[in-house]
């Protein structure tokens, strides 16, 4: 009884992460907390329990991150210390983690908690932009303050800023993938299919109006990843005819709300898309940001090739915020830069081994395939995203690399000693 009021306690923090992303950090961690402690006295009755070799990667990158973060202090990095949370501390609290839920079952949950935060984010987003351009009146954007909420109007295309967006772009793959599967896989019943897909409906009207060029390429390519994904796990072809067109129907009519009631220029769209790969447009802040970024960046790593400057370091050249001069929305080229190449293979082939071994469990466990290959087919929309943005850097994303990684671990427990561990 105590384990399963300590599993829905996991449940409600998990889904305060996805709506709520970066703010009342005190108040969730109390709550954090309080798992630690029930997390603690499974490990003190014996039932914590990880696959060696997920535990040897997990400390191997912790331990590369400490590396770098010495190096970079002996560099004089100015953000040495502060990078220690997210490539130390907490790495090592969802390494944790994983070690209590141990067993598939144990993340059934986790798959119907996205489906409920894309919801509630997605309405969150939808009902922020309706209010913005006059079709509700609820004062929501007063509400909605703490979550970072800003709208910007501009003629036939909209931009809005929540901090629980990146629900969104992880979840809009996700359900893609969810729906998608075989029936017989399907580890959700006739109501949360059901609202599996209001979610995907929802998700594809908030990537259509967030004014954010990663989430429509996102959008555009998650169909072609999910189809590689699929095939390279041994499933049959997920585009059948039937629900193709069903798609097709939904993205149309998904496309006519946007042009009707939020006033979209499809063609201000694509022409706004094609402007943030604009580096030479000085009037595009946004891509000469980047531009200015990406030049400071690679030159600083050809000055440093192999071991780059150490965690935390700044670019000479670039500095996007004289509180974290170490940041950068190049975020893979700022990892290059700070860790070399020899770190950047480190943490490459983590991530790779996770994607390899997770497919092997896939094609010889099919069962399996409800939980991880949306979550694989998320993660890889998210990894593209994160190129531009530096959502990895923060607490609250982190879980959409450590969830598939923890639903790995538990299947290869069960494989190696042959039934569920107990």
């Not at 709550?31 to 603690?40: E, Q, R």
């Not at 489906?115 to 969150?124: F, K, P, R």
């Not at 700044?314 to 080229?333: I, K, M």
């Amino acid at each position: 009884m105590v384990n399963k009021y300590f599993h829905r306690l996991g449940l409600l923090f998990f889904f305060f992460m996805l709506v709520l992303p970066t703010v009342y950090q005190k108040e969730r961690g109390v709550l954090l907390l309080i798992l630690v402690a029930g997390c603690v006295y499974k490990v003190w009755v014996g039932k914590w329990k990880i696959h060696p070799t997920v535990l040897c990667i997990g400390i191997g990158c912790v331990a590369t991150s400490l590396l770098f973060m010495l190096y970079g202090i002996f560099n004089d990095a100015p953000g040495a210390f502060s990078v220690g949370t997210v490539y130390v501390l907490w790495p090592l609290l969802f390494i944790f983690f994983m070690g209590v839920l141990n067993n598939p079952s144990d993340f059934e949950g986790f798959t119907k908690i996205i489906i409920l935060g894309v919801i509630v984010s997605a309405m969150m987003g939808i009902l922020l932009v309706a209010e913005g351009i006059g079709v509700i009146n609820i004062n929501i954007s007063s509400f909605l303050e703490f979550q970072g909420a800003g709208l910007g109007i501009f003629e036939g295309t909209l931009e809005y800023n929540l901090y629980n967006m990146t629900t969104v772009i992880f979840g809009f793959p996700f359900l893609l993938a969810l729906i998608f599967l075989p029936k017989k896989l399907s580890i959700t019943n006739k109501f949360w299919n059901y609202l599996a897909l209001l979610a995907l409906i929802l998700a594809l009207i908030t990537l259509l109006i967030s004014g954010r060029r990663v989430f429509w390429v996102i959008s555009l390519t998650s169909p072609l990843i999910l189809f590689v994904i699929f095939r390279i796990s041994g499933l049959a072809n997920p585009f059948k005819l039937k629900p193709l067109f069903f798609i097709f129907v939904l993205i149309s009519s998904v496309f006519l709300i946007g042009s009707v009631v939020f006033k979209l220029s499809f063609e201000s769209i694509i022409y706004d898309v094609l402007a943030g790969f604009d580096f030479a447009d000085s009037s595009n802040l946004s891509a000469s940001a980047r531009a200015e970024q990406f030049d400071a960046l690679l030159h600083g790593w050809i000055d440093h090739p192999l071991f780059g400057s150490g965690h935390g370091a700044a670019a000479l050249g670039s500095v996007r915020s004289e509180e974290q001069a170490w940041a950068y929305e190049l975020s893979y080229l700022a990892l290059l830069f700070q860790i070399g190449l020899i770190g950047s293979v480190i943490y490459f082939s983590a991530l790779l081994w996770t994607f390899i071994n997770s497919i092997c469990v896939v094609r010889t466990n099919p069962e399996s395939a409800a939980m991880i290959l949306p979550l694989l087919v998320g993660l890889t929309c998210f990894l593209i995203a994160n190129a531009t943005n530096p959502y990895l850097a923060k607490f609250d994303y982190l879980w959409t690399l450590f969830l598939p990684t923890g639903i790995l671990n538990a299947y290869l427990l069960r494989n190696s000693i042959g039934h569920h561990p107990r």
